[in-house]
């Protein structure tokens, strides 16, 4: 036997504030909230990458300042709201979670003559022999790991922070 529950909430209240703020306004809360839930992906990932991988790895060159690798984005894109956190800026973070494959070399001899291509007519110098091993870099999917950890969390966290500001930016609006 089933049991029908019949549950009435009264929202009149959050319906006549959410009237109040322009669209613009609650965009923004959206954006914010969701920024500052998947921050702490950010950040932990950022502290992985600089435990698992030294700075001189991902450094560009002697002298040059080392940069976040992680990056916080958000756009709108056909009226949704995105926010994407982005490791994917620097080329050799991407090596070192994704992997390379087997690399060589061209080859190591100029023979001494140039070659027309068909296609734009440059020149090249053709090379023999044969081509060096340089090996290639495991996986270490430093990032999915570490989105697997928090895709919970990062969910909770965003409907808190919503709520957060909405009730913030409705208190705001009724003081004025």
């Not at 450094?59 to 940069?67: E, I, L, R, Y």
Request: aromatic fraction near 8%; hydrophobic fraction near 30%; glycine fraction near 6%.
């Amino acid at each position: 036997m089933s049991s029908f529950c019949d549950i009435r909430i009264d929202d009149s209240q959050l319906t006549s504030a959410m009237s109040t703020l322009s669209g613009k306004e609650i965009r923004q809360v959206y954006r914010n909230s969701m920024k500052k839930a998947v921050r702490p992906l950010a950040k932990a990932t950022e502290q992985r990458y600089s435990v698992l991988l030294s700075r001189e790895k991902l450094n560009a060159g002697k002298g040059k300042k080392s940069q976040n690798i992680v990056k916080l984005i958000s756009r709108t894109r056909n009226g949704i709201i995105v926010v994407k956190v982005h490791i994917m800026q620097d080329y050799k973070a991407k090596w070192f979670e994704m992997g390379t494959n087997k690399r060589y070399t061209k080859g190591h001899r100029n023979v001494g003559y140039y070659k027309l291509r068909p296609d734009s007519k440059r020149r090249y110098v053709r090379r023999t022999g044969k081509p060096g091993y340089r090996g290639y870099i495991h996986p270490r999917w430093i990032f999915t790991t570490e989105q697997q950890k928090q895709e919970k969390s990062i969910v909770a966290n965003m409907d808190r922070y919503l709520n957060e500001g909405i009730t913030k930016l409705i208190s705001k609006k009724t003081k004025s």
